[in-house]
């Protein structure tokens, strides 16, 4: 596996403290829907398995900000600057990123912040890395719970939706916690060559003025979703 070349050490600092009416928020919008999951079927995954805590793993700006407190209040400084040192920025196969929280040598318990984990980790497991247990089903959740859960993370009340502006024109609206990470310290020009050279690692942009949202492949390409 080889890394992006950023400095995420660097940033480290810079990012985790956050005000505390927008962590108050992201926490309670986290608790909100996790009130909304609790009827949730239980996966049925064995505890060695960890196939879906691989392949970029998105989530909101809510869920970003709130996993930076759970970090603040398990890690040590010293943790901290290993976790951004050395695990932030790793590329596995296809240009994926990996979760800078699984723990693969871990026979169970693969995920560090199992309990703050993302929407995707809870309700379907990622699609960029197939289940390899083949008989095994996600645990399917309404669509109904479902989306009232998604707008919690990613809509305000007006309809607006949280994101980060990289440009006048454009907003980071999904990515894996890494990207929000470049986004969040401002170096939105590194953050766009490093899409150009790896495709935005399935992270979600809006064009503003279009109100439509789009990945960039490595050729700098819009790809746009309906």
Not at 107 to 134: M, N, Q, W
Request: proline letters at 6%; hydrophobic letters at 35%; a negative charge.
């Amino acid at each position: 596996m080889k890394k992006m070349a950023f400095g995420f050490k660097e940033i480290r600092e810079h990012i985790l403290d956050k005000p505390e009416d927008m962590t108050q928020y992201a926490c309670t919008q986290m608790d909100a829907v996790q009130k909304v999951l609790k009827d949730m079927p239980d996966y049925t995954c064995p505890a060695s398995c960890n196939d879906c805590c691989h392949g970029s793993i998105l989530m909101s700006y809510v869920e970003y900000v709130g996993i930076l407190k759970c970090l603040r209040e398990r890690y040590s400084p010293e943790e901290l600057e290993q976790l951004f040192a050395e695990r932030l920025g790793v590329l596995e196969e296809e240009g994926k990123l990996l979760c800078p929280f699984v723990r693969d040598e871990r026979e169970k318990e693969h995920c560090a912040i199992y309990t703050h984990r993302p929407l995707i980790c809870r309700v379907f497991g990622t699609t960029a890395s197939p289940c390899s247990v083949k008989e095994l089903e996600p645990a399917h959740l309404p669509e109904a719970p479902f989306y009232r859960a998604y707008n919690m993370l990613y809509y305000m009340e007006d309809d607006s939706f949280i994101g980060l502006p990289l440009t006048d024109d454009l907003a980071l609206y999904e990515a894996p916690f890494d990207i929000w990470a470049i986004a969040d310290s401002g170096q939105t020009e590194e953050l766009i060559d490093l899409f150009n050279e790896h495709g935005s690692m399935r992270a979600v942009i809006c064009d503003v003025p279009q109100n439509r949202f789009f990945t960039l492949l490595p050729d700098g390409t819009r790809q746009y979703l309906e």
